[in-house]
């Protein structure tokens, strides 16, 4: 079977088609600027060197689904005869709330549930419903499945879960932590599984997944049991521009003293902050590395910030777990930014965790970082969660 994955934004979508009898990727894509001037489709059917790209308008989000129909059924380019060929669809879903905690199949219920969660998650869950019902609008009889960023952490126990906050709060309108990125930490700790040749079941792995956004997750036989996310994706780490922990005092002391509405100050927090807002550089790694490479004071200190918390996170996991087997690094600076990698991993030995210099100097491949007498394994492994989402989808509608 076929399957195309769906990973809808507000103004973007991603897409991919694979084939599931061998797991390979046929074509993967991307559109952007959906409802701005300048929407554009880029295509790339897996072998061919040149990409096929087409500038057009598209108003909504029905628009970027047929182009991308058009692309992956087009003669020339596309990868499959008609949309027969493709016997499901797959949806990458940020908040299910405690509805879900595996994917399921879509239906009027599914989507009602989904409805009822946008107000926890207001910027993510509108263009991910719009992405299915665009879908439904022009392949009615295509299995639908939705996968959901929440539901891996849905095994954390309360004690992980529930904030320290007047319970009602929790009751009326369900304030608790979530997590993120489920399907990327779940992709990573079963990989690190399979290539240490062990049960998952077995093992205390923690998993960092290191992106632009970021979090860190404590897996205990096979199951979520903290993570650094919670109600939103704004907690935890530092970001890429988000400021992730803070004191919840320093919002109503800015908010008092520069005159701002909450609206203004969950802005500033989500894209003003993180190491772009340290630095005054960048949020993107490479450009904070030049910058601390020339001496500038403020982008090595966002680096340091950043590795900190990282660090933070690993000790706090490691207690919660009464040790870890292997850590995970994943996610475009996980995988890719060997100093960074270096940093977190330094000066841990009293705690079993001795990083090899050598085997570090690697991007993007999965590879053990860690000397042959670390006691914990420290592991590089590149992160899918297009595969995990086709997986489910697959799983379900075979
Ligand atoms: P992601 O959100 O997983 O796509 O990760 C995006 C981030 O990965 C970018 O903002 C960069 O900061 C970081 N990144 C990608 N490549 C490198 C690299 N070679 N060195 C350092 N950071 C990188």
Request: hydrophobic share 40%; proline share 4%.
């Amino acid at each position: 079977m076929n399957v195309l994955v769906i990973n809808c934004g507000s103004s973007s979508l991603k897409y991919q088609v694979l084939d599931m009898r061998t797991e390979s990727m046929l074509a993967k894509g991307l559109v952007e600027r959906i409802g701005i001037e300048g929407s554009v489709i880029i295509h790339e059917k897996t072998g061919d060197s040149e990409k096929f790209k087409l500038e057009v308008p598209m108003a909504n989000h029905t628009e970027a689904i047929a182009h991308v129909l058009e692309a992956i059924t087009n003669p020339e380019h596309g990868v499959v005869k008609s949309m027969d060929e493709i016997g499901a669809v797959g949806h990458r879903v940020v908040h299910a709330g405690e509805k879900y905690c595996s994917s399921v199949v879509i239906t009027p219920d599914v989507i009602k549930a989904l409805e009822e969660c946008i107000q926890l998650a207001p910027l993510h869950n509108p263009p991910n419903l719009a992405g299915i019902a665009a879908c439904k609008a022009l392949m009615p009889n295509t299995p639908m499945v939705g996968v959901f960023d929440t539901a891996y952490h849905q095994t954390m126990p309360p004690e992980s879960y529930i904030y320290a906050i007047p319970y009602e709060y929790y009751e009326k309108y369900r304030i608790r932590r979530y997590g993120f990125h489920g399907t990327s930490h779940k992709y990573v700790a079963e990989r690190a599984a399979e290539i240490l040749g062990k049960n998952i079941k077995d093992l205390k792995l923690i998993t960092c997944h290191l992106g632009n956004g970021a979090s860190v997750t404590a897996i205990k036989n096979g199951k979520s049991i903290d993570t650094s996310m919670g109600f939103t994706p704004l907690e935890g780490l530092v970001m890429g521009t988000r400021s992730g922990d803070i004191d919840p005092a320093i919002s109503t002391f800015i908010s008092d003293k520069e005159n701002l509405k909450p609206g203004e100050i969950n802005d500033i927090l989500n894209k003003k902050s993180g190491v772009l807002g340290i630095s005054g550089v960048s949020s993107d790694f490479r450009d904070l590395e030049t910058a601390a490479e020339d001496g500038n004071e403020r982008a090595i200190l966002a680096l340091k910030v950043f590795a900190h918390k990282v660090r933070f996170y690993i000790g706090a996991y490691i207690a919660e777990m009464n040790g870890v087997d292997a850590i995970i690094f994943t996610a475009g600076v996980g995988e890719n930014d060997i100093g960074m990698r270096d940093i977190i991993c330094s000066e841990l030995e009293n705690l079993g965790i001795k990083i090899d210099l050598l085997k570090n100097k690697v991007r993007g491949k999965e590879t053990i970082l860690s000397a042959d007498d670390s006691r914990i394994k420290i592991m590089l492994i590149p992160t899918n969660e297009e595969l995990m989402i086709a997986r489910d989808t697959f799983n379900l509608c075979k």
